[in-house]
Structure formats: C-alpha cells, structure tokens
C-alpha cells in the first residue's frame, strides 16, 4: 500500500502534520486510509469502463431531484470491495488496538456472510441508518466505527465516478442539501469570495453543489431564531449551527481568507479544523452521515435569490 514519497497526498498530509493543529497519530491514520483509497480508486479507473450516463439522463434526472448514482446503478466489484474492507481492517487495528475485538467481529461476520460489503454500500446510499443499528448490536461492533468502514469501501467507488459526472450537473435545477450524484449530505461547505454563494461538498463523493446560505444543510430549516454561527476571532472558518436537528457544519468563507490561489480539498480543510469539531461538540452539536430523523423535505425557489 505503499506510494512514492512525491505522491500528492502524502506531501499535504506532510504540510498538515507541520502545523501541528492534529496529532501525528490520528494524521497518520487519515493518511494510510487516503493512500488506500486512492490506490483502489486507480484500480477502478484502469480495469472498469466508466458508468455510461447520457447528458439526457443526467439532465433528466437532476430535474426530477433524483440524485445520478444509486444502490440500483452502482458498478461494484466484489472481489475489489473484498480486498479494500480487509486492507481497511489492518490499518484500523494498526492505528487502534482498543478496536481489535471489534475488528475480529468484522472479520469473522464477513467470512461467515454475516456482512456483505456491497450491502453495507447499497444500505449507506438509502441512508437506512436502522440497518446500521441492528447490524451493530448484531456482530458486536460499535455504530460509529461501523458506519466509518461503510463509508470508506464506498468513497473510492462514489468518488470515481463525481470525478466523471459533477461537472455535467447543472445544480440550478437541484437545490437540494443533498449531494446531486449519489444523494449524501455535505460534510463541509465553503462561501465564494465574489458573489457569497454556498458550495456544499458531499462527505461520500466529493461532489459539490450549490446551496441556500440561511438554511440548515442537514434539516432544511430556514428559521433564522434557531441558526447560529460560531466564528473564529481569526482565520477564515465558521461553524454553522441549527438549533432545530442540533447538527453543524464548518464553512470556509474565502473573503476573510489571506490566499485563496491554493485548491479547497474538503478532506484536508476538515482535519485541520478539527478544533471547531470539538467546540461544537462542546455546546451539544452533532455530525451524522444519516439525515436528521424529523427533517422536512427542501423546498426549492425558483428565483435566484435562494443563493442570498
């Protein structure tokens, strides 16, 4: 699993580790899991034709706020997700030796066919967080770090294909707070220096979509008395804060930036904030991959001043 010392990825986790904002440890294991992630993803681009989907149908689809990519059009190869999940377990015990009951129990329900990587999948894009649940209590392993290992078996798979189709959606006609490619929430967002406009970026894909300012990303409440933001007194990161879900979202306002020439990568932007992580935590929020159980649907404008 090992890349050239020259390899992006490991020259800006490098970068990230020198400004000690997170501890080497838990870099490193970020870092192992990107490098794994990327390795299978160039797997995927050499032995798999892309997914053919028409500018018909992502257009069509997009207009019906159909997100493009779902479990019922998903190309997965088994033996790949086979060899990801136990390449993820040995860097998960490598990194945390609290977790290796837990990784046993993976292990043995996985060859037992307890647990079907391609379900865990299909089970994460329905956002069939009861699944999850169950299957936790079930194998013994904690909800957390099994919604963890999901996620990263389908993320080289997701981010494989937004890297083909995210440029083709035009997100004037989604406006939703999920992502328009395979239908997650964001993880992160950023507002544009020149015209404010909200970015949301997708915590499975990568994607990214346009999205109202004055609305929860996570419940879609547009409510001002119960959304708050929490600035830094310095730097260019604010946490948005809904008191209706009790989630929150850290957002990269480029204005208040020093140099915005360098590329925004979500994953990187979010580990070097993980302070805001835990000060929201701190006052009660939450971050979940699942929607909020009494979230409202997205009503979406149809004016431009939804951006506003």
């Not at 939450?286 to 001043?305: I, K, L, T």
Request: charged share 25%.
């Amino acid at each position: 699993m090992k890349m050239a010392n020259n390899d992006p990825a490991t020259f800006l986790f490098n970068a990230l580790k020198a400004k000690k904002l997170i501890s080497s440890d838990r870099l490193d294991f970020f870092r192992d899991i990107v490098l794994l992630q990327h390795r299978i993803k160039k797997k995927l681009h050499k032995a798999h034709p892309p997914l053919n989907l028409s500018d018909e149908f992502i257009s069509k689809h997009i207009r019906k706020g159909c997100p493009l990519i779902s479990g019922n059009n998903l190309p997965l190869d088994e033996r790949i997700l086979d060899e990801l999940l136990q390449d993820l377990l040995t860097i998960v015990q490598q990194h945390d030796s609290s977790t290796g009951e837990e990784i046993a129990n993976i292990g043995f329900a996985h060859r037992n066919g307890d647990i079907n990587p391609a379900v865990l999948v299909g089970r994460l894009l329905a956002q069939d967080s009861r699944y999850f649940k169950f299957l936790s209590k079930a194998i013994g392993v904690r909800w957390d770090l099994l919604v963890y290992m999901s996620l990263s078996l389908a993320k080289p798979f997701l981010e494989h294909l937004s890297s083909l189709f995210n440029d083709k959606i035009d997100d004037s006609f989604w406006l939703k707070n999920s992502c328009p490619v395979c239908g997650s929430l964001a993880h992160i967002a950023r507002l544009d220096k020149e015209d404010g406009k909200r970015l949301l970026y997708c915590q499975l894909c990568s994607g990214k979509w346009h999205f109202a300012r004055i609305k929860c990303a996570f419940c879609c409440n547009a409510d001002a008395k119960n959304l708050k933001i929490m600035e830094e007194t310095e730097g260019p990161y604010r946490v948005d804060l809904c008191d209706q879900c009790g989630r929150y979202i850290k957002t990269f306002v480029e204005r208040k930036a020093i140099d915005v020439s360098e590329e925004f990568i979500p994953l990187m932007e979010d580990l070097a904030t993980t302070y805001l992580d835990i000060l929201a935590e701190q006052e009660g929020y939450e971050r979940s991959f699942f929607s909020p159980p009494e979230a409202e649907p997205c009503q979406v404008p149809g004016d431009s001043e939804f951006f506003h």
